[in-house]
């Protein structure tokens, strides 16, 4: 009964490659985010989706590409990969945008760009 | 620009030992403030959270939280820790209008049995 679930759980490659993430939650939420966990554990969000739209967009480079076919996925397609993104990433969806939400959140997605 | 800090990033306490972990945020309007608790191998859930009423909030677990405006802190206390709390510890804060969770650092628990 896996509430929020990402593929891959681990993920290593070449620098240059493309390669995408992806997320699905079957809570019935509305609102889903990409945060990325750095080196010192700090997660920062780099988008978030209502609805389909999008809503937050952090400073993150274009090479990032989120992309919501429906309310219950949010993908994370990466370009041109670079050493600097190695990090985890971290899918999580909320009932609404609302800031005392509580957000759910997968299992998160080592990335090791070579 | 908003922040939030989580002093100690790691705690070694031994079973039965009374804990509290510090969480200060930088931001003087209305807040809303969680603790997320990461276990060995899962997923981070929600620990506890306030938005509004009374400062002392209990979550799960026997953990509680106090809310102090004056001091823009929302730490978290057990009075008595278990082998099963060890666990990634992270506190969140949601300010103003803003959508976004800033987050802390976390604290990585270790209790020894």
């Known amino acids: 009964d896996t509430a929020v679930s990402q593929t891959p759980k681990y993920l290593v490659t070449q620098m240059g490659n493309d390669k995408s993430i992806k997320c699905e939650q079957n809570?019935?939420?509305?609102?889903m985010y990409w945060y990325k966990q750095d080196s010192k554990k700090f997660l920062k969000i780099m988008f978030s989706?209502?609805?389909?739209?999008?809503?937050i967009n952090e400073t993150v480079p274009n090479r990032f590409s989120p992309k919501s076919p429906d309310k219950a996925h949010l993908n994370l397609h990466i370009n041109s990969l670079e050493l600097g993104d190695s990090a985890v990433y971290f899918c999580?969806?909320?009932?609404?945008?609302?800031?005392?939400?509580?957000?759910?959140f997968g299992p998160g997605t080592r990335l090791t760009v070579l | 620009a908003q922040s939030v800090s989580q002093h100690n990033h790691h705690v070694i306490l031994s079973e039965a030992a009374s804990l509290e972990l510090g969480c200060n945020y930088s931001?003087?309007?209305?807040?809303?403030l969680f603790w997320y608790v990461q276990y060995p191998g899962q997923h981070l859930q929600l620990l506890l959270k306030?938005?509004?009423?009374d400062p002392l909030v209990k979550g799960i677990k026997g953990f509680e939280a106090e809310f102090i405006k004056s001091k823009f802190s929302f730490n978290l206390r057990k009075p008595s820790v278990q082998w099963s709390d060890t666990a990634e510890y992270f506190c969140?804060?949601?300010?103003?209008?803003?959508?976004?969770?800033?987050w802390g650092a976390g604290t990585k628990l270790i209790i020894k049995p």
């Open positions: 999580a969806s909320s009932h609404g945008l609302a800031g005392n939400n509580e957000q759910f």
């Open positions: 809570l019935g939420h509305d609102t």
């Open positions: 989706y209502n609805n389909k739209e999008l809503i």
């Open positions: 931001y003087g309007g209305t807040v809303n």
């Open positions: 306030y938005f509004s009423g």
């Open positions: 969140a804060v949601n300010a103003g209008s803003n959508y976004q969770l800033i």
